[in-house]
């Protein structure tokens, strides 16, 4: 917004150091626009601070993270129905690019909305064809490397797995393509360069796992490429939905090798503790005398002795504080049901994606079926069962421009991008 000459906007995010955050805090009446992340909301100072104001619109991205039963909640987003009624109940707008109708009604119900206007438009985006091949587990990574050479970029390839986001990307580079993996192990400034380099056009392939498109806005993606299924459909349209943004021809492929989606239920198995986790907590607790409310302050012991990963004590502490007034065993028993219930639904989620690929007929049609939209008239170049020919995406490649910056100069254009260098480095880059 500040790039498109509106300076009254501001980000509270964890970016700012406690002085910026205090200074931000005590001006904020004087932004149009806040732009706050819903951790942020849990910090005591920020939303008094906010309730003091008038705010004339409360707008909610990514709205389907406020539901239980969505494939991307977060935990976080349920202080927004408390937040609101703090603000005195303003205008909301919540937004959302995917969302089936049980998820729509729980926005609706955890932001407590009334008189509510929904506008739902169609989620289908008939200039991006959709491909499902098949390939043998050895063939696919010489398939997507073919593809990756032959297809008019820029393209996103998205994987499951970091390491092979990474083996991908470097195979891609030796190939002389402009390539980068991104992915939540990397440092957060590193993941800010590869994003910029993207969309300046430096880079022509990111390598990303999921962590990577959320906010980002750049018009001429010509490809996706799944080389790994998602989780779930939603997820699915959400990443092949970058492709295209300047309405021009692209294309979506995704890659299954048989046996694929053990790796997805893996993930969605790692994602929430196990019951054996469940029970070592609890009888550690006991037998510590830790009480349920102090848990969240014993990351170390209990992550070491249950085995947590970062995901699974996030869950738990999480789960545990939000009732930590009731009994032991009680929330020992709902947090049992409650990861069943999770673990089945992200199963379920799981085969309905594999019945995608399996599908014999259209795939935009089970597309649209699935978010409950009638098939409307299909493109001329639909998908993989309606006769689409990947190469007619094939195109000669645009040559390397000789000049100016390349991935590998990544200190001068961290530089520009975080505008944080100190005078001594930039005469250091000048020599
Ligand atoms: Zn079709």
């Not at 498109?4 to 149009?32: C, I, M, T, W």
């Not at 959302?96 to 609706?108: C, L, M, S």
């Not at 299924?229 to 299954?256: F, H, N």
């Not at 409307?376 to 000789?402: D, G, H, I, T």
Request: glycine share 6%.
């Amino acid at each position: 917004m500040k790039a498109k000459g509106e300076k009254r906007a501001v980000a509270l995010n964890s970016f700012l150091s406690p002085d910026q955050k205090k200074q931000v805090l005590r001006s904020l009446h004087e932004y149009k626009f806040i732009f706050i992340s819903p951790e942020m909301l849990g910090v005591h100072s920020v939303l008094e601070r906010l309730s003091e104001m008038n705010i004339s619109l409360l707008a909610v991205d990514e709205a389907h993270c406020i539901s239980q039963w969505g494939f991307d909640f977060r935990p976080d987003y349920l202080k927004l129905g408390h937040f609101r009624s703090l603000l005195g109940n303003p205008l909301t707008l919540a937004l959302t690019a995917t969302a089936t109708e049980e998820v729509r009604a729980d926005i609706v119900k955890c932001l407590g909305l009334e008189k509510i206007h929904e506008f739902i438009y169609s989620v289908d985006r008939p200039e991006i064809s959709i491909s499902v091949e098949e390939a043998g587990y050895q063939e696919k990574q010489k398939r997507v490397l073919e593809l990756a050479a032959s297809l008019q970029g820029p393209g996103i390839i998205y994987f499951s797995s970091k390491k092979m986001a990474e083996q991908i990307a470097a195979m891609l580079r030796g190939k002389g393509e402009r390539a980068m993996a991104y992915h939540g192990g990397l440092e957060q400034e590193n993941r800010i360069l590869i994003q910029q380099q993207f969309i300046n056009g430096q880079l022509n392939i990111v390598c990303a796992t999921s962590a990577f498109g959320m906010g980002i806005n750049k018009e001429n993606i010509r490809y996706v490429i799944h080389y790994h299924m998602p989780l779930q459909l939603e997820s699915y349209l959400q990443e092949i939905g970058r492709a295209g943004r300047d309405g021009s021809e692209s294309i979506a492929i995704l890659l299954y090798s048989a046996g694929d989606e053990q790796l997805s239920f893996q993930l969605a198995e790692g994602e929430l503790p196990d019951q054996f986790q469940i029970e070592r907590l609890f009888s550690s607790a006991e037998e510590k005398s830790i009480s349920m409310s102090e848990i969240k302050q014993h990351e170390e012991l209990f992550t070491g002795y249950c085995g947590f990963t970062e995901t699974q004590w996030r869950f738990s502490a999480d789960f545990i504080e939000s009732r930590s007034k009731e009994a032991f065993s009680i929330i020992q028993k709902k947090m049992g049901n409650y990861v069943t219930e999770r673990l089945q639904m992200k199963k379920t989620k799981i085969f309905e994606m594999l019945q995608y690929i399996q599908h014999q007929g259209c795939k935009r049609s089970f597309i649209l079926n699935y978010f409950g939209e009638p098939s409307s008239s299909r493109p001329q170049k639909c998908c993989s069962n309606c006769q689409l020919n990947n190469e007619q995406y094939f195109y000669k490649k645009e040559p390397v421009p000789a000049a100016g910056p390349t991935y590998y100069d990544w200190k001068k254009e961290l530089a520009s991008i975080l505008r944080q260098v100190s005078e001594t480095d930039e005469k250091e880059q000048i020599q």
